[in-house]
């Protein structure tokens, strides 16, 4: 029975404390009434706080106001406080350039976290057992890792699914039960869109093999979900390290190569970037082949060069005509903003300062790090940063010797995408400090320095 399912997803997943305050997406549909309903029964065993919000998507005209109005009611009935918001999602998508589906949902999760912000609340859907399969199905059809086959978490962050256990004969045999009404969406009737293609006629062909093919998947799920998680606690660390570096090394000697992929994915998805397995692929496949690029979604591209990898935005090859060679700040200390978008932080120490700042810190590479970041600050005079321009040489301190920054940069194996927007500081018609580079000769800290000026800023800032 649903209440017996619900019940082991809430105590085996953690998914409610007593005083919980709960947001509810509630469409109108039997899942969602169903669901409402439920946590309702047991509002005074928890006691919680609960809140139904209704979205209505501005797709189906009329029906789509009856929906509205019935789950108004319904939360009525039930003592229920409702919102209801109206999204002109077609004219969105459209905007946007996605489709209804997909445009849709990040609309309904958008609005579910900011009434859940404002509490704080979690925020209960209901997903169930039926639509965790699709979701496998789903992925299986586009092309998926272990990842995919997860299906839909019980719980992700605030988000909770009691019904999660529960499969469409559950939800109905309780709606029946309990005589709860509810509304069908007729698009869901519809062929028209790739889950319901799988939901009406995929599905109904499998369980000719197997009647119990929901359950099978759904052991699938969970032991594709173990695996999963062990994987990336063991790719956690070698990511750590792989964005330090952004050396294909660490990848290429990587076994077994699933953990190169599993990289690859925490590495994008710590960016803000979501690909999906064939973008995953294409990546694994341009680090063995040593060079190439693959466009990954939300106008992103991933680069290899020169052994190195290369996160950042597909229009960021003109980022140097876009920032300008001509871009020059004033030196001052505090903060400053390229027009790329990085931020340079500059602080002034003195030598008892900059000493503990190296006894504090454990870390020799860090020690490094900052070191090569620190200048002599009484030798700094009228100075500006700036990216590089024509003619521009350099004397990296240590290295007894000047170079032109082009030669530097080949060396230093930096991406023809990201040297136009390195930030450099000029001091007197000299270059002093490059970005990921460190400090020129003439400007290095020596044992008669007084007062050190440490820029805090950092290569990676520009290579996603």
């Known amino acids: 029975m649903l209440e017996d399912k619900c019940g082991l997803a809430i105590r085996r997943y953690d998914m ?3 005083g919980d305050r709960l947001i509810i997406g509630l469409s109108g549909g039997a899942d969602s009434c169903a669901l409402l309903h439920f946590l309702c029964s047991i509002r005074e065993e928890y006691s919680l706080n609960i809140t139904a919000v209704h979205v209505n998507h501005m797709i189906r ?4 106001e009856r929906d509205a109005a019935f789950a108004e009611k319904f939360c009525n009935d039930i003592g229920v406080e409702f919102h209801l918001y109206k999204r002109n999602i077609p004219s969105i998508a459209a905007e946007k350039g996605t489709g209804l ?10 609005i579910f976290s900011e009434e859940a912000a404002g509490c704080p609340a979690k925020i209960a859907t209901a997903h169930t057992l039926s639509d965790s399969v699709e979701t496998v199905l789903f992925h299986i059809i586009r092309g998926c890792s272990v990842n995919g086959l997860k299906g839909i978490p019980p719980v992700r962050g605030n988000i909770i699914r009691p019904l999660i256990f529960c499969e469409r004969a559950d939800i109905e045999d309780y709606c029946a039960r309990y005589g709860i009404d509810y509304v069908t969406d007729s698009t869901n009737l519809s062929t028209d869109y790739a889950r319901n293609k799988i939901r009406l006629q995929i599905l109904p062909l499998m369980r000719q093999l197997n009647p119990l093919v929901n359950e099978a998947i759904g052991r699938l799920s969970e032991t594709a979900a173990s695996d999963d998680r062990f994987i990336c606690e063991f790719a956690k660390k070698a990511a750590d390290d792989f964005l330090f570096s952004g050396s294909t090394e660490q ?24 690909p999906e397995q064939k973008h995953v692929a294409a990546m694994c496949d341009s680090i063995y082949a040593g060079s190439g690029s693959v466009n990954l979604p939300m106008d992103n591209v991933f680069r290899v060069y020169n052994n190195s990898i290369y996160f950042a935005k597909k229009a960021d090859h003109h980022v140097a005509d876009a920032c300008g060679n001509n871009w020059e700040a004033d030196f001052l200390r505090g903060e400053i903003i390229t027009p790329c978008g990085q931020k340079i932080f500059t602080y002034v120490l003195d030598k008892n300062k900059f000493i503990g700042l190296f006894n504090n810190n454990k870390n020799k590479k860090n020690d490094e790090n900052i070191f090569k970041n620190c200048l ?19 004397s990296p301190a240590g290295r007894n010797c000047s170079k032109s920054l082009k030669k530097l940069f080949n060396e230093e194996k930096l991406s023809p995408d990201i ?20 400090a020129a ?3 290095k800290v020596t044992d008669a320095t007084e007062i050190v000026l440490y820029i805090d800023a950092d290569l990676r800032d520009i290579m996603t």
């Open 16 to 18: 409610l404390k007593k």
């Open 61 to 64: 005209g009329e029906e789509a």
């Open 101 to 110: 589906e997909q445009c849709g949902r990040e609309i309904r999760y958008g």
């Open 251 to 274: 990848l290429l000697n990587a076994e077994p190569p699933v953990l190169s992929r599993a990289v690859i994915m925490i590495c994008s998805e710590r960016l803000g970037i979501i």
């Open 376 to 394: 002599d600050y009484d030798t700094i005079k009228k100075a500006a940063f700036r990216f590089r321009r024509e003619g521009d040489i350099f």
């Open 419 to 438: 040297r136009g927007r390195i930030p450099l500081l000029e001091s007197e018609g000299c270059i002093a400090w490059i970005c990921g580079i460190g």
């Open 441 to 443: 000769e003439q400007f």
